[in-house]
């Protein structure tokens, strides 16, 4: 019987990046596939980089999201202070904000955006290997996301997770039996959240996962290149998975 992996992701605020333009930063809904493996990458100690083992990581899973509570939408008008980036042998290079803020008052220049998040969101991630050279077993991406090297945010580094991710391996005949089987221990936690019905569920490949594809889209979420910010299109079916008691 086939293994997944599954953990949960809540907060009081996630951003799941979308395509951008200018200075408008949207969320999706759920979370993107570069932001689960971003988690993965940052329970493991992979540093951003690291470009063979981020691409060997994205090489060799396959990710669906249940959405279990879809949030409230907040939108943020954000000012920010820039120091100048220099050229050349003069470029500068800044390890930390406090360097960034030493600069002379009258150097720093300021950098408007409208950004977007969601509230009190709840999605339910499960992994599977999509090929036989993982670099790593669904355990032990499972204990480090239990006890991560880096700390884990949800899409940006003002959205930690507001409870443990609570990751763990469970057998099933597909995807839908493991979703609809899942449990986590403080759940009671999110009871006010959490929906009863019928939920949402994204998920990538072509194999059967037990719920009908009502849709296709694609979505430019898969990372090739970390350095140059380069992301791939891929195809994310949408499907329901039926439910008849509280999701847990």
């Known amino acids: 019987m086939p293994e997944f992996l599954v953990f949960r992701l809540y907060g009081m605020m996630a951003s799941w990046g979308d395509i951008a333009f200018g200075e408008f930063r949207p969320t999706a809904d759920h979370p993107s596939r570069s932001a689960v493996l971003g988690l993965l990458a940052a329970a493991l100690g992979i540093r951003r980089d690291e470009e ?46 406090r360097e960034e803020l030493a600069m002379p008052r009258e150097e720093l220049s300021t950098v408007l955006s409208t950004r977007d998040y969601q509230c009190d969101a709840v999605s339910t991630v499960c992994i599977w290997q999509g090929s036989d050279s993982a670099p790593y077993s669904l355990k032990d991406l499972a204990a480090a996301l239990n006890s991560p090297v880096f700390v884990l945010y949800l899409g940006r580094k003002s959205c930690p997770p507001a409870l443990p991710v609570h990751a763990q391996v469970a057998a099933g005949e597909n995807l839908a039996a ?59 079916h949408y499907g329901v998975l039926r439910s008849r008691s509280p999701c847990s």
Not at 180 to 201: H, I, M, W
């Open 52 to 97: 063979e083992r981020l691409s060997a990581l994205s090489n060799a899973y396959r990710i669906a999201i249940r959405v279990d509570a879809p949030g409230v939408l907040l939108r943020d008008y954000h000012t920010s202070q820039v120091p100048p980036a220099g050229r050349g042998r003069k470029k500068h290079s800044f390890a930390t904000r």
């Open 178 to 236: 493991v979703l609809s089987s899942v449990r986590f221990p403080d759940s009671d936690l999110l009871r006010g959240l959490l929906c009863d019905g019928d939920l949402r569920v994204f998920w990538e490949g072509d194999q059967d996962v037990g719920i009908p594809a009502i849709h296709t889209t694609l979505r430019y979420d898969n990372p090739l290149s970390r350095k140059r910010w380069q992301f791939g299109s891929r195809a994310e």
